[in-house]
């Protein structure tokens, strides 16, 4: 057999050190470990995952038959990857997994998700919302950024939710992540496109797929004393939803840039803000039973500028997907229509681009701030759209690209441009998600939140002491998630264990 050597110098497991050696593939360790555990070690770390996890008394004896069962046959995967006959203290260092890192396993993979800290945010809170457009809070990310983020993201998280628990009519009961705010309205849009009326006869289960208006959103106020005095001032939060029926996928399908309403539009001035057709369809089309998604928004954000009127007050519109190319609209609208009308600032996830450079130069100038969490295995982030101003943020680069290219971007109708400040993260870094995750889980907004959660620069690992449980992307994108982290183990759902898998701690632990 071919032999193995180790590039680095050193590895470091579980508080024990190895050498390498340049002439040979054996680990040379610093303190003396057995290389073969004995089978006592063995049953004594197994019993400890069976107390870490609590596992009901009733399940002992079928314990110690699988325990028995385990080492005599190697069935488990470390076994079947025969880890052992390459390194072999390898071996005895995941056989020497501790109670602590086991606790840890347990909490992440709960149910419940545990979140960092609040912190008194002050006079801070204008920072947060963009003031400085973000500079210095990104790479590294500050810590109350990065909880605000997840804080918005499990927002969108109610709204689709909510929607999903009756999606043929209106959410009753919205449970909302944080008992600090209301629900004062509920938001609807209105598709443009028209479908036969056989497709609901063929799909009559499916109906909500084909409605020509759909719930995709709600806004929600900030109503107790005490979160007002550590938030700094009293927050409206705007949630939108991502595409869910079938005539919001049509809409997302109309990729064309078309002019935004003007008091005085010159159509021959081909430096006007544009827009995607299909995403400024569902945002200002009305019905006879409704009126659009932007006037209702509007109306609701001036009656409640007007009732807290002397207050310290702040807009955050926050969505993922689709929802958050219309919080771009939103956000646009409301600066523009709303008398007085609060500091207002975007915060989104895995956004498409929404319209041209024009388009961006009108918010930057309103005075919106739009801060954009980008997943960068994420497609959507990259669409609709030829030519893009991708660059226009970097240090040292002048936005005129040249004569032809500027001609080109602005009587090209697919010349798109996105808006805003970046936070990027990468798929890559989260020692729990595959590094080839699938187009869905890319896309998927918990998995953002997980990267957010786990972010700290774009040139450190994850973030060892991350909060969040990942016990939800274990039920939703289970095949996207690493072997060792799938839980086949742990079926912490019915409080005991089932099948005692190997399960690693986390590479950042």
């Given at each position: 057999?071919?032999?193995?050597?180790?590039?680095?110098?050193?590895?470091?497991?579980?508080?024990?050190?190895?050498?390498?050696?340049?002439?040979?593939?054996?680990?040379?360790?610093?303190?003396?470990?057995?290389?073969?555990?004995?089978?006592?070690?063995?049953?004594?770390?197994?019993?400890?995952?069976?107390?870490?996890?609590?596992?009901?008394?009733?399940?002992?004896?079928?314990?110690?038959?699988?325990?028995?069962?385990?080492?005599?046959k190697?069935?488990?995967?470390?076994?079947?990857?025969?880890?052992?006959r390459?390194?072999?203290?390898?071996?005895?260092?995941?056989?020497?997994?501790?109670?602590?890192?086991?606790?840890?396993?347990?909490?992440?993979?709960?149910k419940?998700s545990?979140?960092?800290?609040?912190?008194?945010?002050?006079?801070?809170?204008?920072?947060?919302?963009?003031?400085?457009?973000?500079?210095?809070?990104?790479d590294?990310?500050?810590?109350?950024?990065?909880?605000?983020?997840?804080?918005?993201?499990?927002?969108?998280?109610?709204?689709?939710?909510?929607?999903?628990?009756?999606?043929?009519?209106?959410?009753?009961?919205?449970?909302?992540?944080?008992?600090?705010?209301?629900?004062?309205?509920?938001?609807?849009?209105?598709?443009?496109?028209?479908?036969?009326?056989?497709?609901d006869?063929?799909?009559?289960?499916?109906?909500?797929?084909?409605?020509?208006?759909?719930?995709?959103?709600?806004?929600?106020?900030?109503?107790?004393?005490?979160?007002?005095?550590?938030?700094?001032?009293?927050?409206?939060?705007?949630?939108?939803?991502?595409?869910?029926?079938l005539?919001?996928?049509?809409?997302?399908?109309?990729?064309?840039?078309?002019?935004?309403?003007?008091?005085k539009?010159?159509?021959s001035?081909?430096?006007?803000?544009?827009?995607?057709?299909?995403?400024?369809?569902?945002?200002?089309?009305?019905?006879?039973?409704?009126?659009?998604?932007?006037?209702?928004?509007?109306?609701?954000?001036?009656?409640?500028v007007?009732?807290?009127?002397?207050?310290?007050?702040?807009?955050?519109?926050?969505?993922?997907?689709?929802?958050?190319?219309?919080?771009?609209?939103?956000?646009?609208?409301?600066?523009?229509?709303?008398?007085?009308?609060?500091?207002?600032?975007?915060?989104?996830?895995?956004?498409?681009?929404?319209?041209?450079?024009?388009?961006?130069?009108?918010?930057?100038?309103?005075?919106?701030?739009?801060?954009?969490?980008?997943?960068?295995?994420?497609?959507?982030?990259?669409?609709?759209?030829?030519?893009?101003?991708?660059?226009?943020?970097?240090?040292?680069?002048?936005?005129?690209?040249?004569?032809?290219?500027?001609?080109?971007?602005?009587?090209?109708?697919?010349?798109?441009?996105?808006?805003?400040?970046?936070?990027?993260?990468?798929?890559?870094?989260?020692?729990?998600?595959?590094?080839?995750?699938?187009?869905?889980?890319?896309?998927?907004?918990?998995?953002?939140?997980?990267?957010?959660?786990?972010?700290l620069?774009?040139?450190?690992?994850?973030?060892?002491?991350?909060?969040?449980?990942?016990?939800?992307?274990?039920?939703?994108?289970?095949?996207?998630?690493k072997?060792?982290?799938?839980?086949?183990?742990?079926?912490?759902?019915?409080?005991?264990?089932?099948d005692?898998?190997?399960?690693?701690?986390?590479?950042?632990?």
């Open positions: 057999m071919q032999t193995l050597t180790p590039n680095t110098d050193l590895f470091h497991a579980k508080g024990r050190y190895f050498t390498c050696s340049t002439q040979t593939s054996t680990f040379i360790p610093t303190k003396p470990l057995s290389v073969f555990p004995t089978r006592k070690t063995n049953r004594e770390h197994l019993k400890n995952l069976e107390n870490v996890l609590k596992t009901s008394s009733n399940s002992t004896d079928s314990f110690d038959n699988k325990l028995s069962s385990r080492q005599d190697s069935t488990t995967l470390l076994g079947g990857l025969n880890l052992a390459l390194w072999p203290q390898m071996k005895a260092a995941v056989d020497e997994m501790s109670p602590k890192n086991l606790k840890r396993l347990q909490r992440l993979l709960s419940s545990e979140r960092s800290p609040k912190n008194k945010l002050g006079s801070k809170w204008r920072e947060l919302h963009g003031s400085n457009n973000w500079a210095g809070l990104l590294p990310l500050d810590e109350n950024l990065r909880r605000e983020l997840v804080r918005y993201g499990e927002f969108v998280q109610a709204a689709y939710h909510a929607f999903h628990s009756d999606p043929e009519g209106s959410p009753r009961d919205m449970a909302l992540p944080d008992g600090s705010y209301k629900v004062t309205k509920s938001l609807y849009a209105t598709s443009s496109v028209r479908l036969p009326k056989w497709i006869d063929v799909a009559p289960d499916l109906r909500w797929m084909t409605k020509q208006t759909s719930w995709v959103g709600y806004v929600a106020v900030c109503d107790d004393p005490r979160e007002i005095r550590r938030m700094g001032r009293r927050e409206i939060v705007i949630a939108l939803r991502g595409t869910a029926t005539l919001e996928w049509s809409e997302n399908f109309r990729p064309n840039l078309v002019s935004m309403p003007e008091p539009p010159d159509p001035d081909p430096t006007r803000p544009k827009v995607e057709c299909g995403f400024n369809s569902l945002y200002t089309t009305g019905s006879q039973n409704a009126p659009s998604l932007a006037d209702s928004l509007v109306a609701e954000i001036s009656r409640l007007d009732r807290y009127a002397g207050e310290e007050l702040s807009i955050s519109v926050t969505g993922h997907s689709l929802g958050a190319a219309i919080a771009l609209l939103a956000a646009d609208d409301i600066a523009e229509r709303v008398p007085q009308a609060p500091p207002v600032s975007v915060f989104s996830f895995g956004g498409p681009r929404v319209g041209n450079r024009e388009f961006a130069d009108r918010l930057d100038s309103k005075g919106v701030k739009v801060l954009r969490v980008v997943n960068s295995q994420d497609v959507v982030t990259k669409v609709p759209g030829i030519f893009t101003d991708n660059d226009k943020n970097k240090q040292g680069q002048n936005r005129n690209t040249g004569g032809i290219m500027e001609m080109v971007e602005k009587n090209n109708p697919w010349a798109y441009s996105h808006v805003g400040a970046e936070l990027r993260l990468d798929m890559k870094m989260s020692p729990y998600l595959k590094p080839n995750a699938d187009v869905a889980c890319c896309h998927d907004l918990e998995a953002y939140l997980h990267l957010v959660d786990g972010f620069a774009s040139n450190c690992p994850f973030r060892a002491n991350a909060k969040r449980s990942v016990r939800k992307l274990l039920d939703e994108q289970r095949s996207n998630v072997v060792l982290y799938t839980g086949k183990s742990l079926k912490l759902y019915r409080g005991t264990v089932l005692y898998g190997d399960v690693l701690p986390s590479p950042s632990s």
